[in-house]
């Protein structure tokens, strides 16, 4: 087996719901991220308020944390049921900080240190203090700087009242102190020291509502749902501050047509929701794709079907966000892999919505929502964003055609009539907002012809429906043409996943690619149209295709067999509700390399 790569290093805390896991975690991320350190972080916990299994993991290292990697440096076990369900995770060698009476029993195979956190954070005054006692031991064991993290405290506690903020800091002292007097033969696992420079240090849903604002996003309307809630908390703050508006609507159905309202008024709009809510809205996006109404809306997925694990992992909507949809209904699909990818991809996203006038969506995922990641600043002169242009208002003769020479028939008033939905060689029409004079129309869910005007003849129908696909395939074009390619140009062996898996699937297959082996990855970001000439390219001379998805069915699997009449698709699926880690995947890795050999 290769040597663990010592240079990056993985932390979890566990414990109750409601002990500060949490926030214990959240903190230790702030401080790394103001070291300048790399960091990736992953959190679960239950769907309850209080109890249940809650877990925060940190994996620092000196470069791009790629995931989560394979095995815990540190456990801290906040109580015994957080060491019994997570000790299997701690590396041969690893450090178990704890506290519980027990001496934990497990051959040996770590370094035990017993903190007695809950005593400690009761002479600090709190009980709820515990999580900083870990704090200060935590710094205390392996060199994390115990003032910074002191800021971070007053930072988070600064404005819960003087004894709150008291309390927190004296356990952090004592958390400290206590490993000080009591602990003197120390192991030498140590954080790696950070660039010095600070890093934005952001969650996926974070970035997805920081890519939006930075996208021109000025209206938002949606309904709580985790774990999407993020992306509405962030924007009822952010907002506002540049002369948006939110609305927490009754429904998901309500926050859609709403935002398809803003959108037609002018107002670049996004809901966010997670799997139910999308299948509630999806009769809206066919309303939205029919009269052409840029939106953006974000799904992030979590393991259902219905209520199913709301905290969970999963990627299980990809058909219902490319399928999920009554007759032609064409919709864009993006899926980031990581949290820098889906600032960027959010703003590609309000791009498409609004240049080409169609619903987007952003298939994002809980694991990537709820990870923290630190990215490097946005440089924001550098971002493109697009600016829609509105057809100049009408003048005498040069206007609009007269309604006779589009056929209305006999007795019509000579009218000139505003061409919303004329065809064009992109299939992109002029669009128009309320209170733009001359350039009326109505926005209808009926088919119609280039006037707006409802009409059923089978002529215009297909000429119609054809004006629509053409987006989708200059969108294509434009956006989706390109998929990310790593490893050997030629190889017989290729691996392919989305979203937040591919990340993973990277991290395990540049580790092959360091010991030699033959073998490819490709990953799309756009799902929706498919880039399929390069996604061709790729699967060009390959005999086997690993995809690795979070979901018990392989539906990218499936699109990439059917799709592409590919032969040797393997699918390596998981859906019990938590992320792959590259350890899952090298040994399907292994094995198609030695079947390979055979060949
Ligand atoms: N001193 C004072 N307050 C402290 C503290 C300390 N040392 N440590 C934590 N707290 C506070 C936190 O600030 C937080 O308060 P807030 O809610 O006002 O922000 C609270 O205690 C909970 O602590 P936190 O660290 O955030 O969470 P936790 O690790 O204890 O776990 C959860 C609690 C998150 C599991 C639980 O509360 C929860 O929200 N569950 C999920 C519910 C859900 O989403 N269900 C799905 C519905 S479909």
Known sequence: MKPRDTRYVCLRIAGEGGEGV?????????????????????????????GGMAVYQIRVGPDVVLSQGDRLDVL????????????????RGGVLVYDFEEEPAHGGVSVNYPVPMGKLAVDAGSK???????????CELFGFPLEGMADGIRRKFGEKGEKILESNLKALELGAEYVRENITARHELRFPEGSGKPKVVLSGNEAIAFGALAAGCRFFAGYPITP????????????????????QAEDEIASLCMCMGASFAGKT??????????????????????????LVVVDVQRAGPSTGMPTKAEQGDLYLAIYGAHSTAKRVVIAPTGVEDAFYQTIAAFNIAVKYQTPVIILSEQSLAYSKQSMARPDFDAIEIFEEQFPPEPKGDEGWPQVDEVTMGEGYPMTPVFPRYLRTHTGVSPRSIPGMKGREYRATGLEHDEYARPRYDPKNRRAMVDKRLQKIEEIRREYGGEVEVLGEPDAEIALTSWGPTASVVRHAVMRKLSEGAPIKAFFPRMLCPMPDNAIRRQLRGVTRVIVCEMNAEGQYAKIIRHRYSQRGVYAILKDQGVPFKPGDITPYIDMALEEAMRI
């Not at 703050?237 to 508006?245: Q, T």
């Open 22 to 50: 949490i926030s214990a975690g959240e903190l230790l991320t702030q401080v790394a991220g103001r070291l300048g350190m790399h960091i990736q972080t992953y959190k679960t916990f239950p769907s309850e308020i209080r």
């Open 128 to 138: 709820r203090a515990k999580n900083m006692v870990a704090l200060g031991a935590i």
């Open 269 to 294: 709009a996004l809901t966010s929701t997670s799997g139910p809510g999308l299948a509630l809205m999806t009769e809206g996006l066919g309303l939205a794709a029919m009269a052409e109404i840029p």
């Open 228 to 247: 999407a809630t993020e992306v509405m908390e962030w924007l009822a703050k952010y907002l506002p501050r540049v002369g948006g508006a939110l609305v």
């Open 76 to 91: 801290v076990a906040f109580n015994r049921e957080g060491f019994d369900r997570n000790i299997e995770e701690l590396d």
